[in-house]
């Protein structure tokens, strides 16, 4: 599987290509120096990272053992848009509510820069970050990335949709549905945003408003559920089939464990593929404290785990290059050929069909997803 897992990268590879590195060290002195100061400050305060999200739970536990600090959990369940409210209403808060980092959608790395919301970095493993998946300043810098996915229950459905276009088999019929609100979760959006590439669509808005006409038909004729699904409603038959990021579907199978079973599908047609950004807050209660996690994470310890949680990390070719990847780890990844059909859409793209998507849901499809 080894062939698998490298072919995976190389797509991203190609896509995210680099042509002159933007070098240098970590920016504030020797590692040594970064936990001192972390130390000093004694926490930090993340937000919308929920355990089971591409090996997080063992992250954080690694991190909290490593270097003895404590972590502020905020909004677990949040989306990108609620990170960057949290960092906009606390400007003025040192307390645990201000989130130091986050952790967002691809296209809002490069609006939170406009705003002046986030404050550059450059970890000591800067060089081996793709030129395309950085901001040349180091404001933000993408952290993982997977494919659209969906996540079935298949002890309740025994003919899994192969396609989004099964998706309206009458079969289905109130069985269907997202991760949460698509007015602010970034998964939610870009699940609407693959809806719209199925049909053709190209990138950028027209996909945008295709994947909405195609959610307010699937609300239309009842097979949309407008429940934000999770590993629990799916296994309670609430929301069977769910529109998932391939890792965390992989994560939900299992923690499941088979109770109910769990088929993972890479639909059929054009492959969506999303890489999310981490970056620091602007307004960082703990600046330091940022930057260690910001180390650990991109370390190849912190690559590794979220290749763990079923992530293909930002660096994985530069730890496959370097035989730093165990063959366990990557005999569990999906097959070859459901990730050579993926797509990625450029920032602008995935910003023109977000703010189509947020902003004509409501009028569109009409839907309240709890």
């Known amino acids: ?144 990335y997977g494919v659209m996915s969906f996540e079935v229950n298949s002890d309740m459905i025994k003919n899994p949709p192969k396609s989004w276009e099964d998706l309206k088999k009458p079969e289905f019929a109130n069985l269907v549905a997202l991760s949460g609100d698509p007015r602010t979760g970034n998964e939610s959006i870009m699940s609407i945003y693959a809806a719209g590439l199925s049909t053709g669509a190209k990138h950028g808005a027209e996909a945008g408003k295709a994947g909405l006409d ?30 998932r990021w391939d890792y965390l579907a992989l994560a939900d199978r299992d923690t499941l464990k088979g109770n109910p079973t769990v088929d993972v599908v890479v639909p059929e047609g054009p492959v969506l593929a999303g890489v999310y950004v981490q970056a620091i807050s602007a307004y960082a209660p703990h600046p330091n404290a940022a930057k260690l996690w910001m180390e650990f994470l991109y370390s190849d310890e912190g690559q590794l785990g979220w290749l763990k949680g079923y992530c293909h990390p930002i660096r994985f070719n530069d730890l496959v290059k370097n035989g730093k990847v165990p063959q366990e780890m990557l005999d569990k990844l999906p097959p070859a050929e459901a ?5 990625f859409p450029s920032i602008e793209e995935q910003k023109a069909a977000k703010e189509l998507i947020t902003k004509q849901w409501d009028a569109v499809v009409g839907a309240n997803v709890q």
């Not at 404590?70 to 609620?82: A, H, M, T, V, Y």
């Not at 990730?339 to 797509?343: D, E, H, L, P, S």
Request: proline share 6%; charged share 20%; glycine share 12%.
């Open 214 to 243: 195609f959610f307010a038909e699937l609300n239309k004729i009842g097979n949309f559920v407008p429940v934000g699904g999770k590993a629990n409603s799916l296994a309670q038959g609430t929301t069977p089939i769910v529109m």
């Open 339 to 343: 990730y050579a059909r993926a797509v």
């Open 1 to 144: 599987m080894k062939f698998v897992a490298r072919s995976v990268s190389l797509s991203l590879a190609t896509l995210l290509s680099t042509t002159a590195l933007v070098s240098g060290p970590a920016d504030a002195g020797s590692l040594d120096d970064i936990v001192a100061a972390a130390k000093a400050e004694g926490e930090l305060t993340i937000i919308a990272v929920p355990h089971d999200w591409c090996g997080y739970g063992e992250l954080i536990e690694t991190f909290k053992a490593k270097y003895g600090l404590k972590i502020n959990e905020l909004n677990p369940d949040g989306g990108s848009g609620d990170e960057i409210e949290a960092i906009k209403s606390n400007k003025d808060n040192k307390g645990p509510q201000a989130p130091d980092v986050i952790d967002v959608g691809l296209g809002f790395g490069p609006s939170s820069k406009a705003e002046g919301l986030v404050q550059p970095y450059k970890v000591a493993t800067w060089d081996s970050i793709p030129d395309s998946a950085k901001d040349a300043e180091g404001y933000w810098y993408g952290d993982y």
